[in-house]
């Protein structure tokens, strides 16, 4: 504990905070290494992307600061305080959209709202149906999940996610799972919303063109074990456009770096 | 409206095809009646108030034994999914049980409790309850982990997980698991009635019991018949608009 109130001050005015943190997995197989000795500061407001190969830990990482998971060493702080659990303020957004199938729509953009004390019911519904027109489904609220399409099950996440005005978005692969005219509009959404609301964003992906449309940094995991090999700036004016020149510059470096970090893996 | 026709046509043949039978002569009318006879027995039976009172006798009992057994079963299964020492000692034995013929319990249920409503009742949760709880174990197994992440994301703590999250999430499997459940019921209560005799009631198995002894196959197809229209209808009433409502939400049917 004394330890903890050692630190400098300026790691509490962070946001996020991954400190040295190393966690490992047993399977069958043995133990896998997903995390080692990672750190990490996330600003206030920051957006920022997590690129590797999959495997490499970053959907790892992202369960430790959602608080889904607890680190083997290290530490995991949100505004200096550490994670030992989930919790309303940072919000997760998963590959697949989970979205609850026995609730329409509206129900499951309320469900996370239901759970946050202080607001009446009334209050709680306009809150859904705003954030509902926020991402275009406001004519989808009674709606079943399963008459939805796999872009529109991930607004209807998105949706789930920010109604509650959480202060960290973490974003596992969202759009993965998407067609790419569809990915391209949410990019769009996304950045809107994010510019809007000014939340920190944790973006997870091996989608290297998607990282720099999207964060103000990009960092570089290596697999086995797990590791932040690069860090890449992204200078861009927004919103940005995933097809434009400079976004292809950028992608063009980082996937070369990324190679590059590769290869010793794919020699031995 | 073509699928109520459809029905209506079906049965109709079928009734039909068992005159034709009876007609040809082809076994003894004292093995297979005439569709009119049987008629006249149902007629005959309501008339007399012996029919209705063997069906409400015969329904209490299932009704009670029935909502005991779910009332047992559910959460029986819930924990056997969730805790690894209940599912290796409870669990083993809900489906050690589950296998066991109800009817076997009957003996039993004598011993211990004579020629009583409880040994109904007894014979009746114990046909129900395994199933029930099996359904549900395996309803809560199927719910996809990513489910309790999200709303546990969202702020929700044990409570919330369970009762809003993987209850919900495992409707469809207890569903399946009720029905299962009220269709043994059913036939352990049949068992029960056929071989205990009380005089606390007469039920329909009573019914069917004495047909046999009286060699009146009238009486025992009409009870027959009995039996499945009040399994038929209660499925009707009582589960199909629930399944409508899952098939809607989930989409599992067009």
Redesign the interface.
């Known amino acids: 504990m004394s330890e903890r109130d050692a630190r400098p001050v300026e790691s509490a005015a962070m946001k996020l905070s991954v400190e040295r943190v190393s966690k490992a997995f047993r399977n069958d197989r043995g133990q896998v290494v997903a995390l080692e000795d990672v750190s990490l500061q996330v600003a206030e407001g920051e957006f920022v992307c997590l690129v590797g190969p999959s495997g490499c830990g970053k959907s790892t990482l992202l369960n430790l600061i959602?608080?889904?998971e607890r680190p083997d060493a290290g530490r995991v702080l949100a505004d200096g305080h550490a994670i030992t659990?989930?919790?309303?303020d940072?919000?997760?957004m998963?590959q697949?959209s989970?979205l609850?199938?026995?609730?329409?729509v509206l129900d499951n953009v309320l469900?996370?709202l239901s759970?946050?004390p202080g607001l009446s019911n009334a209050d709680r519904r306009e809150v859904a149906r705003a954030y509902l027109k926020l991402v275009g489904l406001e004519r989808f609220t009674l709606a079943?999940?399963?008459?939805l399409s796999g872009g529109m099950k991930q607004r209807v996440a998105l949706a789930?996610c920010l109604a509650?005005n959480p202060r960290v978005l973490l974003m596992d692969e969202p759009f993965a799972a998407l067609d790419a005219m569809t990915r391209e509009q949410l990019y769009g959404d996304i950045q809107t919303i994010w510019q809007a609301r000014k939340k920190t964003i944790l973006f997870v992906t091996h989608n290297v063109r998607e990282a720099v449309c999207l964060g103000d940094r990009v960092l570089l995991f290596s697999a086995s074990p797990g590791r932040i090999r690069e860090e890449f700036s992204i200078e861009l004016p927004r919103p940005r456009d995933i097809n434009s020149v400079d976004v292809a510059r950028y992608a063009t470096e980082i996937t070369r770096a990324l190679r590059a970090h590769l290869q010793p893996q794919a020699a031995s | 409206m073509k699928r109520a026709l459809a029905a209506l046509v079906f049965f109709v043949a079928l009734l039909a095809l068992w005159q034709i039978l009876a007609s040809a002569r082809i076994w003894s009318p004292v093995l297979l009646p005439a569709p009119a006879r049987v008629g006249e027995y149902l007629a005959g039976a309501v008339a007399d108030g012996s029919l209705p009172q063997a069906i409400v006798v015969t329904l209490r009992r299932l009704f009670l034994g029935y909502l005991l057994g779910v009332a047992l079963g559910l959460p029986l299964g819930l924990v056997t999914a969730r805790s690894k020492l209940c599912e290796d000692t409870l669990g083993i034995l809900a489906l050690g049980l589950q296998t066991l013929p109800s009817v076997c319990w009957v003996p039993l249920a004598l011993i211990w409790f004579g020629q009583t409503e409880s040994a109904m009742l007894f014979v009746v949760v114990m046909g129900t309850l395994w199933s029930v709880a099996i359904a549900t174990d395996n309803g809560v197994r199927t719910v996809p982990p990513i489910y309790a992440r999200a709303a546990q994301t969202m702020g929700a703590g044990r409570f919330t997980v369970w009762f809003r999250v993987i209850l919900p999430a495992s409707l469809p499997f207890i569903l399946s698991g009720v029905k299962q459940g009220w269709a043994f019921a059913w036939r352990s209560l049949m068992a029960a009635e056929i071989y205990v005799t009380i005089l606390t009631g007469f039920g329909l198995g009573h019914l069917l019991h004495y047909g046999r002894e009286l060699s009146a196959m009238d009486q025992v197809i009409a009870i027959m018949i009995v039996i499945t229209f009040i399994g038929v209808t209660v499925d009707k009433l009582l589960f199909f608009p629930w399944e409508r409502f899952l098939h809607r939400r989930w989409g599992t049917s067009k």
Do not use: T
């Open positions: 959602a608080g889904l659990s989930p919790g309303r940072r919000m997760v998963f697949e989970a609850f199938p026995w609730l329409d469900f996370g759970l946050k079943n999940v399963h008459e789930r509650p």
